[in-house]
């Protein structure tokens, strides 16, 4: 079995709307049934009891390696505590060879598990022994160390509940809250509104405890010391019990509560000396309660018990503690609900305050603490007392965490209970803590755990916001880059700042901020990425989806112009027009529930992807008699069409002209292809929502010039002549071209062509068998890149194409496009009309514009 080709699916895809694994495996003819490897699926449920069934469509085609290696790491993800549950494994044309997709939850687990599928069935073919539980073992920690954490967890959990897209931008816990200029970050539990100086003075735990005094909070009294015989000085000035903690501090390292002796001082100002400057406090007795402010309202209370351990009047104190730490629910880190009890001088030095060691052996049911603070990263439990606490004590809360600035703050309470006021009680708040943990309020030792994540969505996005902005996805053979182009002039023409991605590069706001083939994944999430972008318009290319899937989760709108047999079929095992279909509706299956998706009527193959858009749909088409579109507006749904001299948008009995002598793109309507662009992109901005002023102004200012839409389509005057550049590059293009070109008077008419090598023979040939009828003279060029192709192949099947042709009467073969076309426009004279199908975009153009200048 060879697993090759290994692609990481980090959006919608082909296969499944969430994150996958998918690789290419090849099996050898013994391996696609493994009835004919003995013993094989017996020694395989051996190692692995919790294998699953095997799917049922593997069963009826024989279950091969590939569905082995499939099932297996969709088992290990599982075991490992992964929530996934989708994979498939599709048979390719080639025979043997198979793509297996397998989902997960994070990338890095994943492809671990993967791996290690590959190793455990290599180990089972050969019967040899295979360590599993290592392995599981292994994806556990892996998954721990990479997920996100409780506290960020639960936000991002909040978030994906509201329809609010997110996405992670670094492995820790740096997160973006949707899309463009509505976009939020949290980092943990701090929100991006939150001040730097406001954090400041929460780690400030002396300067905080001056500014909540001065606003009337209680606090206990005490303050910094730089040594110990100061130490001892504050101590003598404030008196026993006393707390020793750092000033810059936080989750609780190097505090120590309830010191009563010298000896326990100085082995708590060491403690606390190694995380920087030292204060000395009065000790405030009572409970430890944490209670959670989110904006204006206190959203979550605990109270938090410092690490104990109960004797049974058998075990040592050592023995108890490391029972505890056997919970399931207790871990190393911040990942599970509790974290293990530490047994470090601290727990030594409170063990001797009570009398014991760690080697004594308690009596039964007596309560043997080992630490006085109750951080739960320290070992403590939280028990939910969030329906108890007293207005007054909320109140406090409040104004503590709105004094230093916070929006998201724990403050820390220490006072006998939280039913009656802290001022009654001689309690106060000793610490407030920016970016405060959250997982006491979500999954409490007892009591019910609180929606906290839901209150900072709540606080950070107003009622009915999901923090998208309108993205526009556009795909199809031919018209895609001219049609986001169009789209993104009328979004920018209703006053939104657009983000565009195409063919030609990147663009914010009208600037270029990227060049080359900008139409996959990473560029759309680069455009969502920019706080200056409203809405967004995405040419959504078939590569990046098979690549790597969407840059979104879902679109306000998906545009499909038209598909063709000469898109790159053969590659990918996308081998049909169907084929590619199916990859390309991947955008109309993720519009969103109030989106619309704008399809050709005329193409069949892009109407019938209708019935997959899970929000509207607006057909579109040059015939009004169109079958499809005809049927659409009898049901009063929404279409575009051409009347007369007029494109018109319909709903029922509602009717909008848009005449198409205002439409310069179309050429007073003389350009069929263009009308279609023009019709699409008004859908997509009637899609979303844009006045039909609006539409009508952007219309009109959209020229189709080398500037606004290179390449495609744009027309130059050379001495009388008449030339088109165009970047059209497959038989539908040709088509295209050809119907628009025989609608323009020409006395003559010159062509400058050469073929993208990585298309099939078929297709090349096919592009001159359209043109030959219609072209006199043949200017074939080759380039120095010919995408795998043999020197001279390309022109050759060129030729081949114009074997039958009926009209052409010069063909010339050339080295190099600019040389091409010097020849071409050399023929040229008034009335004559030239299209030069360019490769190089905006070189070849700057070129034919200076040509064309020069008198």
């Given at each position: 079995m060879d697993v090759s080709r290994i692609r990481v699916l980090r959006g919608p895809n082909l296969w499944s709307r969430h994150t996958a694994i998918q690789a290419v495996v090849e099996c050898a003819e013994d391996e696609r049934d493994i009835r004919r490897l003995p013993g094989l699926e017996h020694r395989l449920r051996a190692a692995l009891p919790a294998l699953g069934p095997w799917r049922a469509e593997a069963l009826a085609s024989h279950v091969s390696l590939a569905h082995v290696l499939e099932l297996v790491t969709l088992s290990l993800q599982a075991q490992a505590g992964c929530p996934v549950t989708f994979s498939r494994t599709a048979p390719t044309p080639e025979e043997g060879v198979y793509q297996v997709v397998v989902g997960y939850t994070e990338e890095s687990v994943g492809r671990r598990a993967l791996e290690a599928a590959q190793q455990l069935i290599a180990a089972i073919v050969a019967d040899q022994a295979f360590e599993v539980e290592g392995v599981l073992a292994e994806l556990r920690e892996l998954d721990e160390d990479v997920r996100l954490g409780p506290s960020t967890g639960c936000i991002v959990e909040a978030a994906q509940a509201r329809g609010i897209p997110w996405r992670r931008l670094t492995q820790g816990s740096l997160v973006q809250l949707g899309w463009g200029s509505r976009q939020r970050r949290i980092w943990a539990a701090e929100i991006d509104s939150t001040s730097a100086v406001a954090e400041s003075i929460a780690?400030?735990?002396?300067?905080?405890?001056?500014?909540?005094?001065?606003?009337?909070?209680?606090?206990?009294?005490?303050?910094?010391?730089?040594?110990?015989?100061?130490?001892?000085?504050?101590?003598?000035e404030i008196g026993w019990p006393v707390v020793v903690k750092p000033r810059d501090g936080n989750q609780g390292k190097g505090v120590t509560v309830n010191i009563v002796s010298d000896e326990h001082l100085?082995?708590?100002?060491?403690?606390?000396?190694?995380h920087g400057e030292v204060m000395v406090e009065r000790y405030l007795p009572g409970h430890d309660f944490r209670l959670l402010v989110v904006g204006d309202k206190l959203v979550a209370a605990a109270r938090r018990d410092p690490p104990h351990v109960v004797g049974d009047g058998v075990h040592t104190v050592r023995q108890l503690v490391d029972k505890v730490n056997e919970d399931p629910r207790r871990g190393e880190g911040h990942a599970t609900s509790l974290t293990k009890i530490r047994f470090d001088d601290i727990a030594v030095a409170r063990l001797s305050v009570q009398g014991l060691t760690p080697d004594a052996v308690p009596a039964a049911g007596q309560r043997v603490v080992l630490r006085n603070n109750a951080n739960l990263s320290t070992g403590g439990t939280a028990t939910d007392v969030t329906d108890e606490v007293h207005p007054e004590v909320a109140a406090r809360a409040i104004a503590a965490a709105q004094c230093i600035g916070l929006h998201i703050c724990g403050v820390d309470v220490l006072a006998e209970s939280v039913h009656r006021p802290l001022e009654v009680q001689g309690g106060g708040i000793v610490e407030v803590?920016?970016?405060?943990?959250?997982?006491?309020?979500?999954?409490?030792?007892?009591?019910?755990?609180?929606p906290v994540g839901e209150a900072v969505i709540q606080t950070m996005f107003g009622p009915g916001e999901d923090g998208r902005i309108p993205v526009v996805a556009v795909t199809g053979t031919n018209g895609k880059t001219t049609t986001a182009r169009l789209t993104a002039h009328l979004l920018a023409a209703s006053g939104l700042r657009v983000g565009m991605t195409n063919t030609d590069g990147v663009y914010v706001n009208g600037r270029q901020i990227d060049s080359g083939d900008c139409s996959g994944p990473k560029s759309a999430r680069n455009v969502l990425l920019n706080p200056d972008v409203d809405a967004a318009v995405l040419e959504t290319a078939r590569g990046g989806i098979l690549r790597e899937g969407l840059g979104f989760d879902r679109c306000s709108t998906a545009v499909v112009t038209n598909l063709g047999a000469g898109d790159h079929l053969g590659l990918n095992y996308i081998t049909?027009?169907?084929?590619?279909a199916v990859l390309k509706?991947?955008?109309?299956?993720?519009?969103?529930?109030?989106?619309?998706?704008?399809?050709?009527?005329?193409?069949?193959?892009?109407?019938?992807?209708?019935p997959k858009c899970p929000g509207g749909v607006i057909f579109f088409a040059l015939d009004p008699h169109n079958p499809v579109l005809a049927a659409h507006r009898a049901q009063g749904k929404r279409v575009l069409t051409v009347d007369g001299d007029a494109i018109v948008a319909s709903e029922g009995s509602w009717r909008e002209r848009l005449p198409l002598r205002d439409i310069p793109l179309t050429r007073q309507g003389s350009i069929g292809f263009q009308v279609d662009n023009a019709m699409a992109a008004i859908g997509a901005a009637w899609s979303e929502g844009l006045a039909w002023d609006a539409i009508r102004g952007g219309l009109a200012s959209f020229t189709n010039d080398a500037d606004n839409a290179p390449g495609r389509f744009n027309v130059m005057d050379h001495h009388g002549a008449t030339v088109i550049a165009d970047y059209g590059h497959n038989p539908d293009a040709m088509r295209a071209l050809v119907a628009a070109v025989q609608r323009m008077p020409a006395r003559r008419r010159v062509v400058v062509i050469s073929g993208a090598g990585d298309r099939r023979d078929e297709d090349i040939r096919e592009q001159t068998a359209i043109l030959g009828d219609v072209f006199d003279d043949f200017i074939l060029y080759q380039d120095a890149c010919q995408r795998g192709r043999a020197d001279g192949e390309v022109l050759r099947l060129l030729r081949e194409g114009l074997s039958k042709a009926q009209r052409a009467q010069h063909v010339e073969d050339v080295t190099g496009e600019f040389q091409a076309i010097d020849i071409g426009l050399a023929r040229l004279t008034a009335g004559d009309l030239c299209l030069v199908l360019v490769d190089q975009v905006d070189e070849a153009l700057a070129y034919l514009r200076a040509r064309c200048a020069a008198r």
């Open positions: 780690q400030d735990k002396d300067l905080t405890k001056q500014l909540l005094a001065a606003a009337g909070v209680p606090v206990p009294i005490g303050r910094p010391v730089a040594s110990m015989d100061e130490a001892r000085q504050v101590v003598a100085v082995l708590a100002f060491n403690v606390a000396a190694e803590n920016a970016a405060p943990g959250l997982r006491m309020h979500l999954t409490p030792s007892y009591g019910k755990g609180r049909t027009v169907e084929d590619l509706r991947v955008i109309v299956m993720n519009v969103a529930d109030r989106g619309h998706a704008v399809l050709n009527a005329a193409d069949p193959i892009v109407a019938a992807m209708a």
